[in-house]
């Protein structure tokens, strides 16, 4: 599916939940970055939610069944003060977890990078279908959701309708691991 996401940047990011499919193919990252470049333009957070895109949909055109002939979905679901993005694959036989680079190596950084600069981040769903999200937050978020009056809503990792999970995988975001929480 692809979205026109030019409402999201005119409507400065009031509670829109867009997403696109993308084939598993490496070229495939560059346009995920860019739509989601369109999409959060207006965003305090622009610079770092683009990078960690472009780490979680390197990794599921690397790394899982997505880069086979398969696909990921980018997702986006903005609040007030607040963005999260969703990257779901296909799932493969190992679990995304940081680890620290082998001296000279070009990969390996990725995960630790969502971490660093992800408010909060996560990985649910396993070797059928597996999502990495990630949030980002700046200052006046938890104010601006509570005025706005809008109810909190589900992550779409949890959704009956997210498409590359299968409804067994779907999970509650699991709590940030120890060492990688970052204050909002």
């Known amino acids: 599916m692809t979205t026109n996401c030019a409402a999201l940047s005119a409507a400065r990011m009031t509670f829109p939940e867009l997403s ?97 600069l992800a408010a909060a981040w996560g990985v649910n769903g396993g070797d059928a279908g597996r999502c990495v999200w990630m949030e980002f937050t700046w200052p006046g978020a938890d104010r601006a959701h509570k005025a706005s009056g809008t109810p909190a809503r589900r992550p779409l990792c949890e959704a009956a309708a997210a498409p590359a999970l299968p409804p067994s995988l779907q999970g509650t975001p699991g709590p940030v691991p120890a060492g990688q929480e970052k204050a909002a």
Not at 37 to 58: K, M, T, Y
């Open 20 to 116: 696109h499919d993308y084939p598993g193919r490496p070229e495939a990252v560059g346009q995920a970055r860019a739509w989601v470049a369109g999409c959060v333009a207006g965003c305090p957070a622009v610079g770092d939610v683009v990078l960690c895109v472009s780490e979680a949909a390197s990794n599921a055109v690397k790394f899982t069944r997505s880069r086979t002939g398969g696909t990921f979905t980018v997702r986006i679901v903005a609040r007030p003060g607040r963005v999260r993005i969703e990257v779901a694959d296909q799932g493969g036989p190992n679990a995304p977890v940081p680890r620290a680079p082998a001296n000279g190596a070009e990969g390996g950084r990725g995960l630790g990078l969502i971490a660093a």
